[in-house]
């Protein structure tokens, strides 16, 4: 469903102007000039003097910045033409069983100047919408012709509907798969849920993304599809696990389509520093499962792509979770023993941590003992033991995709870096120094570095995991973790890690933004499910002493939270409004 209207600036965009104005640092953030579009149907976009977006929030800097619009003109914001709704695929035969919509969830993307073999446009603007239905929509954006659809890829053959080709599911399960089912999240149904990226360098105009669909044999699969913008055709499409399963890396026979979620932008990089080096394609994979379901390994993913002339090559595939370190965690049935993680000596442990409660109202927990401290003869209930090593580390970053530099912005390497944050998972450093394909890198913001020779395709460059409450601050965070190390004892918690892991509260869960400050270094911020933000330099995630060289970043030197603000500290009271940003109108307003 689109909104029609003015361009708005975006939640993410303005809550990045508030990190910076906090800092003292140059507000990045520019008005934008709303535009009305002239046609009767979807959709409104920007101006036609606006080469994008092509890709998430505009640019691979991820800032959400639109630096080509300046003035905001009152005349334009018309009421009579804002706030219409249209809608795609809203007939019942179009859309899954017992359906009544099919959302967007993906950002639309833009493309200037395009001449298109299926609709009438020659020379002129796009916007192109995926949704959750499989769909994909064409449509010209701007002038007296905004809102005629080119051309769309939905329906079955039977079904007559789109004139570029059936919906994408369908071509990728066939006519015995299904439409895309619903799955561990509050979608009823989905087929693409990330933004695509768009690459108009070329002689025809490409678009690439994700689809996911179930087979003939009920088994989910997802796609990576690279479509020609001209017509709507697919030039090339992949199929994601079996590509991943034929790489050389750990845990690469395990990956399993059932069990990740791509929700996460795509994003290219291109690097310029060498010309035959291909552009590189990043897409990025979180839980398709309940979190706490440790019977499916799922893990975050960082799979890439190289895409030239012959089509789309698997390049690499990383997992941030590939190293078991032991079974079980937390505490075992009897209470006694704690049922510690075993067999792993990186540092720090296995982070096997629990919280516990007691079935009777009112009675507390022993953590020594595991057993209730008034109804001493039943035992506490295990609330679920976090992730651990081999398993968890999803990164979806609320769908914002990796955010990437520049070739050679840092240190003059002459090379691309690729940030992002994942969420949930353990943490073991296991040579204590550099980044390896072993490494467990839950709740942690990672640098993949694009050289002028290849990629770093086994291990992050750089990692930063947060090692410290934040400062300035006192963490939002329960004073007892449960039973933590050997002998049984229990103390409070040690590790920022393993308590945002036990309450959920994943790292970059509104995505990476970069930046220069106001001296010229390149910045990086981010922040997690809790509220605590987190400015770090990009090439040096690791603190003073590591620039542009390889780091595992967890220890006291470590840079750690250094934003000026944290979480509210004070709990809501259940008298109403206590909490509203704005207090809610009464009933005669």
Sequence with gaps: MFLRGPHTVSPRALMFTLFVAVLGLATLEIPLNAQL????????????????????????????????????????????????????????????????????????????????????????????????????????????????????????????????????????????????????????FQGIVSTPVIDASGSAPLMFLTSYCTNSSNQPEWWFHEINLQNGHDVASRNIQTDVRGLSCSGCSNFSAAWQQQRPALLEVKNSGNSSTPNLFYILFGTGVQENTYVKDYTGWAVAYTVNSGGPQPAFAYSNQPSSCGTGGGLTATGAGNGLCTGNSGSPSCDCLVYLTCPVSGDTCNYSTGYCTVNTGTACTNLGAPNWGGHGGGCWMSGNGAAATAVNAIDSDHDVHVFFGCGNGGFQEFNGSTPDANNNNGQTLMDLRLTQTGYDSTTPFQTFTPNSPAYGVAPPLPTLCGCNGSGGSCQPCTLTLQTMDANDYDMSVGGVALFNDLGGTQRLVTIDKAGYGYLLTQGNLCGAGTADTACIGFGSGDPGSVMTFGASQVLCSTTPNNCDRVAHPSPST
């Design 37 to 188: 579009c002239t046609g009767t149907s979807p959709p409104c976009v920007l101006t036609a003097g606006y080469a994008g977006p092509a890709t998430d929030a505009n640019f691979n800097s991820r800032q959400a910045v639109n630096p080509y619009e300046t003035t905001l003109s009152p005349t334009l914001l018309l009421s009579s033409r804002a706030g219409t709704l249209y809608e795609v695929d809203d007939s019942a035969s179009a859309l899954p069983h017992g359906a009544t919509s099919n959302p967007i969830m993906a950002q639309p993307l833009y493309v200037k100047g395009i001449t298109t073999t299926l609709g009438s446009c020659t020379g002129c603007n796009m916007v192109i919408a995926v949704t959750l239905n499989g769909t994909v929509f064409a449509w010209i954006a701007d002038g007296t012709g905004a809102g005629n659809l080119l051309w769309s890829r939905q329906g079955t053959p039977s079904s007559g509907q789109g004139n570029a080709g059936n919906a994408l599911w369908y071509d990728d399960c066939g006519g015995t798969g299904s439409a895309p089912a619903q799955r561990v999240s509050t979608l009823q």
